[in-house]
């Protein structure tokens, strides 16, 4: 069975500071990697997902995240975050190359940008 | 439609009754899933669609769980005798892929038992 673990529940950050959310992953077998983002009142979008190739993917709004096969992480990075980051963000996991499996999400981790 | 749709956005029902919630996908998207999120958790797989396949429903919890989908359209999550400890927001997504393409998100049903 895979799980998804977010070690933080929540990071409250200030304004223009960068971010790293944590996510690690357990699976017994290859993986595909999402995050999804949800802004208040707002549907779950996706934000980058990880499907094969270059470790390092970049996604909407500056966000990026690096897949670490040996640390079974995949953590989404920021630079710098504006005001409008403040939203709540699920890392999801599936099984690679098996189509129509279910992602399976993390608890969440709330970023609270402030000025 | 342009986006996944459901209805109603909330709904407050009292322990023991039955309660529908409906998810309206993408037009043209084959697959189909129900999530439910409670409160401070993650989401929680409870059941997938994929064309005209027999259903994943190894999500739901109680067999007071059902949903049905008609072909490639409308889906309804029926609860039968609610509980409290059903209140939770159930979340819809539909996709065209499967999960490699990444899913569509309603904005959920909020249910309130009472």
């Known amino acids: 069975a895979q799980s998804v673990t977010q070690l933080d529940s929540q990071v409250p950050v200030f304004e223009e500071a960068p971010v790293e959310l944590r996510c690690n992953y357990s699976s017994s077998v290859s993986v595909y990697l999402f995050w999804y983002v949800q802004y208040p009142n707002q549907g779950l979008q996706l934000l980058l997902k990880y499907l094969s190739g270059s470790t390092l993917v970049k996604g909407i709004n500056g966000f990026e995240a690096e897949f670490n096969k040996s640390q079974t992480s995949f953590h989404l990075r920021k630079p710098s975050v504006h005001i409008s980051d403040t939203a709540e963000y699920f890392c999801?996991?599936?099984?690679?190359?098996?189509?129509?499996?279910?992602?399976?999400f993390g608890k969440g981790t709330t970023l609270s940008v402030s000025s | 439609g342009a986006g996944v749709s459901q209805s109603p956005s909330n709904k407050v029902t009292e322990k023991g009754k039955d309660v529908e919630l409906r998810c309206d996908p993408i037009s043209g998207h084959t697959a189909l899933y129900w999530y439910r999120q409670r409160l401070g958790q993650g989401l929680e797989f409870l059941i997938y669609f994929q064309g005209n396949s027999a259903p994943d429903k190894s999500g739901l919890p109680s067999d007071r769980f059902s949903a049905e989908r008609t072909g490639e359209s409308v889906s309804t999550l029926t609860i039968q005798r609610t509980q409290q400890e059903d209140s939770a927001v159930y979340l819809c997504?539909?996709?065209?892929?499967?999960?490699?393409?990444?899913?569509?998100f309603g904005s959920g049903t909020r249910l309130t038992v009472v």
């Open positions: 999801a996991v599936s099984t690679a190359n098996q189509a129509g499996t279910a992602l399976i």
């Open positions: 997504a539909s996709s065209s892929q499967g999960q490699i393409y990444g899913y569509t």
